[in-house]
């Protein structure tokens, strides 16, 4: 039954709607009541196979899966005909009749341009039905509706929703980063949140393991002296200049997690803005998606790398362990191979991790980067790329 297909196979099934079209007048009858009455219900074949696509559709927005199969089948219906016209013409020359009119008659050849045309017109007319169908439903997706912040803040007692961790280390030529990602999450959060709110009940850390940092200097400067800073901005800094990020993340999270209590700690990095208003809403409601559809989870994911990692508790203090241990792999991919269930301290993990649609929030330091290993181009993993982790069957997309 295609209803009770995976989503995977949406393209194909699209496909194969629009090859239905080549037989669009063929039908189902259904006869019901006394013989003499002759009630009958029809219903075209191809009606019924676009409303069992629109229910595996409905399950989940594949709009671009779904237009790939539609475009497969369009181009399909057109190398089918033409190969069945050919067919039948060599049919026609292999036929011996005894009455050569006969044979004229019966196998009398169409023109191909006829034959193709009849397809592209039947094809076109269920693509574009399809299509506009697929494009409201689309609609509908992308104007859900998101979470009040006070049903989200009711999912959790803990002191705080939200701790974050801002990593933060020297960079080359000193650039502002620091502080334009700040200011995109100071930009969301209210300047007097009502008590017990879930505003109330955030915070973030910015974190240094360097004593010399001239942009963590000069952000506490700038937002000890902002309401929103002073608000809840948290500053820790640990005295070295020793370039270990390991270390430096093992450290942050311990401290996160031994001295707050917190619903999520969230892992940032200081390059790595929020997209705006509506992304940060868009983290609210996927947040809040999780803990309704996958109460279990670990964790969830709305950025790349080390950025974007909400971690619960328990998690964050296990990743503050495994990244001395694991010390051949690179401090991000211990945590999200921790969140995946893929490392053995883990296994609590597998098939629970959240993970947001696309990016919603994007890379400044791109020529930069902290790690001399990591090589960036300009316009890699922007605001509204696909997540990377969007198509893994073992990631719950919300």
């Excluded at 009858?29 to 013989?35: N, R, W």
């Excluded at 009630?39 to 594949?62: E, S």
């Excluded at 991000?332 to 947001?356: F, H, N, P, R, Y």
Aim: aromatic share 10%.
């Amino acid at each position: 039954m295609l209803k009770s297909a995976k989503i995977g196979l949406a393209p194909f099934l699209f496909a194969l709607l629009v090859m239905q079209s080549l037989s669009i007048d063929d039908k189902y009858m259904l006869f019901y009541g006394d013989e003499s009455s002759n009630n009958k219900v029809t219903v075209h074949k191809v009606t019924l196979q676009l409303l069992m696509c629109l229910v595996n559709y409905a399950m989940k927005n594949i709009l671009w899966w779904s237009m790939t199969g539609l475009l497969t089948g369009y181009i399909a219906i057109i190398v089918v005909q033409t190969y069945l016209a050919r067919e039948k013409w060599n049919e026609g020359r292999n036929i011996k009749e005894t009455n050569e009119l006969i044979a004229l008659d019966q196998y009398r050849r169409t023109p191909l341009w006829r034959v193709l045309w009849s397809a592209i017109k039947k094809g076109t007319l269920v693509v574009m039905v399809t299509l506009t169908i697929l494009l409201l439903c689309n609609m509908h997706y992308m104007d859900e509706q998101k979470v009040d912040t006070a049903v989200l803040n009711g999912i959790s007692n803990d002191n705080y929703m939200f701790t974050f961790v801002f990593m933060t280390a020297p960079r080359r030529r000193d650039p502002p980063y620091l502080t334009r990602t700040l200011e995109s999450y100071l930009a969301n959060w209210p300047a007097n949140p009502e008590p017990n709110s879930l505003y109330d009940r955030t915070q973030a850390i910015v974190y240094t393991h360097f004593t010399d940092h001239l942009q963590y200097d000069q952000a506490r400067k700038q937002f000890s002296n902002d309401v929103k800073g002073q608000r809840y901005i948290k500053w820790i800094r640990e005295h070295g200049s020793q370039l270990n990020q390991r270390l430096h993340v093992s450290k942050a999270l311990r401290l996160a997690t031994e001295n707050y209590q917190n619903t999520y700690v969230a892992l940032m990095e200081d390059d790595f803005p929020v997209c705006g208003s509506k992304e940060w809403r868009e983290i609210e409601n996927v947040i809040y998606k999780a803990n309704q559809d996958v109460p279990n989870h670990c964790g969830v994911f709305v950025g790349t790398g080390g950025s974007g990692l909400f971690l619960k508790p328990h998690i964050a203090r296990l990743a503050s362990e495994l990244l001395q241990i694991y010390i051949d792999m690179p401090p991000d991919i211990i945590i999200q191979k921790c969140l995946l269930g893929e490392l053995k301290e883990c296994s609590q993990c597998s098939q629970t991790l959240v993970a947001s649609k696309t990016l919603l929030m994007y890379h400044i330091g791109y020529n930069t980067s902290t790690s001399q290993d990591r090589v960036y181009k300009k316009n890699e993993f922007q605001c509204g790329w696909r997540h990377p982790f969007n198509g893994d069957p073992s990631v719950v997309i919300l």
